[in-house]
């Protein structure tokens, strides 16, 4: 078991997913609907080895993060739309909704209890984890009729590290058309494994995916939607049922276009790629997910061959955008598109 935080340490570790806060949420479905949660200290749970989601994957998630902001007090980034796809992902699973309030009302609970957990330097936050997942014993394949949702959090130092290096997958297929990859089922993540196992043999950090028909059309990294800096425009692959609507995707695109840059959410074939490369009009490509914020893409292999990008600075697209989003977060600009819920400090 990973060790929990004391309640007074705020300094996350730099690996991301090793620390916990000390409390955890647990909400139990039975008897068809969701019945009064209870906060206590992280522990083990017990899991019969009949257990449906051990078998047959009924579970998911969310990531999410909490920030302190300039004020001392605690900002919970775009619950609403966590929560929003949070139920998109349990529908695609069988799994009953839970309530906004049920689902906010916890995490808010939690973050209070644990608010000393919140770090404050710049880039680090507090990673909350929502998950559900059948609890019925059972070895025949069937719809779950109860289930267990938990929150757990833990500090997370920021992720700035160095840029990695991506390889387009020309041949295995993380989502096709009419499946799950548009939702946070856990089997998308455990499908994903053993192609990026093999990237990484090769020297790449991570895959960029592409359509299943063809493998042409860039989709997403693994747990990351991607963009690109294309004669100055942020380009985006469109939401197309197969990549996940990614909530730091989503708050990008409306920064930049409150910064006055131009967006295009459209299809982006890896041959746009190499032209776009080779003249020079290609001048940035990064990851966008919860866990990283942004992370710079310096390398991209395509059938084989490597295709380096220049390094970035301040005066990067990508760079102005984190930091802009850190800023909306931290409460040191207006939070114009109400994406903060405020959690206030316990002093
Ligand atoms: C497959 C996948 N794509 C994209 C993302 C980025 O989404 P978000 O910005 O909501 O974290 C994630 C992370 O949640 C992911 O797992």
């Known amino acids: 078991m990973i060790a929990t935080e004391s309640s007074t340490a705020t300094k996350p570790t730099t690996t991301f997913g090793t620390q916990l806060s000390p409390h955890m949420f647990i909400g139990r479905y039975s008897g068809g609907q969701w019945q009064t949660p209870e906060i206590m200290p992280y522990q083990n749970i ?11 994957g009924q579970s998911v998630f969310e990531g999410m993060k909490a920030f302190r902001m300039k004020d001392g007090n605690v900002s919970v980034f775009r619950m ?40 404050a330097e710049n880039g680090s936050s507090l990673y909350i984890r929502p998950f559900v997942f059948a609890t019925d014993e059972s070895f025949g394949v069937k719809v779950s009729d109860t289930y267990a949702f938990i929150i757990f ?19 295995y297929t993380r989502a096709a058309e ?14 994903a494994l053993y192609p990026t196992f093999l990237a990484k043999q090769d020297g790449y950090d991570q895959l960029l995916w592409t359509d299943s028909k ?52 459209r299809k982006i074939s890896f041959h746009e790629l190499i ?3 080779a003249d020079g009009s290609l001048t940035e490509a990064f990851g966008a997910g919860t ?57």
């Open 46 to 56: 017990n899991i019969a080895p009949t257990n449906l989601a051990l078998h047959y």
């Open 80 to 119: 609403k739309k966590h929560h929003e796809r949070f139920n998109r992902t349990m529908e695609r699973m069988c799994i009953p909704p839970l309530s906004y309030d049920y689902f906010a009302n916890g995490i808010k609970e939690l973050v209070a209890l644990d608010e000393s957990s919140v770090p």
């Open 153 to 171: 959090t833990g500090p997370v130092a920021a992720l700035y590290g160095k840029p990695v290096k991506v390889k387009v997958e020309t041949e």
């Open 178 to 191: 009419g499946g799950t990859g548009a939702v946070k089922c856990a089997g998308n993540y455990a499908a």
């Open 214 to 265: 063809n493998h042409e059309f860039i989709e997403e990294s693994g747990t990351m939607n991607v963009m690109f800096v294309i004669n100055d425009t942020l380009v985006t692959p469109a939401l197309s049922g197969t990549i996940l609507d990614g909530v730091t995707r989503s708050s990008l695109i409306q920064v930049a276009q409150d910064l006055g840059y131009r967006v295009q959410q």
């Open 275 to 277: 032209a776009a490369s």
């Open 291 to 347: 866990a990283a914020v942004i992370s710079s893409i310096s390398v991209i292999n395509i059938l084989g061959k490597d295709y380096t990008l220049p390094a970035t600075d301040e005066n990067s697209l990508s760079i102005k955008l984190r930091d802009q989003l850190e800023a909306i977060r931290r409460g040191d600009i207006a939070d114009q598109h109400n994406w903060n819920t405020i959690v206030p400090a316990n002093r």
